[in-house]
């Protein structure tokens, strides 16, 4: 089965891959080449309708204890700088708080990259911190919105250059910019990879069912997102 993910074409440069089938415990795998080593902590799991109309199982994150980790050590190679990468996520959220992370390897106003969900406003941010532009802006950010709660969505995110794209189940979506500028390429980040919390692991909880996350080392384009809903929305209902 991994021999026949790593032949795919769509998983060129596919660094990071949690299926979020393991429905036992707090065991969570990743299934891309790197193998990269996930704790999961205080995760349930749920299966069936109205959530999954497949009944192939999803991860639930409580909104207060629940998120996925590997050590900053075994993740360099999401330590995205200059270069480009891209993001796909199934999730179902379902309560509006103000930022819900649901990956990220950073420092707020320091190092790294982060994409949350913000409420009020519904609205998926990727955000890149750069402490070394100080005292220009140590942020930058870019938004798409109608992410509402109660509903699954397939977010794709593809970075290349200032100007990140957003699609939600394939289609590419209006962005905002902040600076208009466009983002500045994130400080290199020296921490852990996170999932569900903000990175202090103490604060931004997710709360809701994640299904397939992926992080590539490449910017995708816009078939390869549609691609990736087309075969997988009938595990939604979609």
Known sequence: MRRALDKARINEGLLLYIPYREMTGQVVRDHAKPHHPLTGHNLTWASGPPITPSDIGTAVFDGGTSYIDSPAADTADLDFTTGDYSIAVWFYYQVTTMSQILIGRYGVDLDGWELYIYDPGLTLNLRHHHSSLAPAPVRSACASGGWSTGAWHFAGISRSGAYPLHYR??????????????????????????????????????????????????????WEFRQLFEMERHWFGV
Not at 175 to 198: Q, T
């Open 169 to 222: 189940n394939g289609v590419p979506l209006e962005m905002i910019y902040d600076p208009v500028g466009g983002l500045s390429d994130p400080d290199s980040c020296n921490r852990d990879l996170v999932g569900g919390c903000r990175f202090t692991k103490d604060a931004n909880w997710y709360s809701g069912y994640k299904a397939p996350l992926r992080v590539w080392d490449r910017g995708l384009e816009g």
